[in-house]
């Protein structure tokens, strides 16, 4: 994950991981938090974080659903907004990796579960 540092080879610069792989041309990188270590609320920071050291948005929001439902080996039900599959969607007022975005609204279970211009959980 990006909280994984490395030097190069003359301890000169410090990098991220994420970032580090996907400048060598890996594309299938996955994020997550240590469950029962880090909390769940950490996962958009490990995004941000990785963005921050160069990974860009989309890959680094495809590490963070598509590349970890594949890597459970359930992306055939989760991990990418297609029709037929389970989803949780969250709408943001901007880029869901920059964290001056807040959420909008949030749909779960094909339902809306909240609403922030009312405010309201439902």
């Known amino acids: ?12 610069t410090i990098n991220s991981c994420a ?14 938090t240590d469950a029962g270590v880090l909390p769940q609320e950490d996962l ?12 860009r948005t989309y890959p680094a929001l495809r590490g963070l659903t598509r590349m970890a439902a594949e890597s459970l080996g359930l992306d055939d039900r ?3 907004l297609q029709p037929g599959m389970e989803a ?3 709408v943001w007022t901007g880029d869901p990796l ?25």
Do not use: C, T
């Open 1 to 12: 994950g990006p909280r994984v540092w490395w030097m190069d080879e003359q301890d000169r």
């Open 19 to 32: 970032g580090m792989w996907y400048a060598r041309g890996n594309e299938k990188i996955g994020l997550n």
């Open 44 to 55: 958009r920071m490990q995004g941000s974080v990785s963005v921050h050291h160069g990974w």
């Open 78 to 80: 989760i991990g990418s």
């Open 88 to 90: 949780d969607i969250v």
């Open 98 to 122: 920059d964290f001056r975005s807040g959420v909008e609204q949030v749909f779960a279970l094909g339902r809306i579960a909240y609403d922030a211009k009312n405010r309201r959980l439902y």
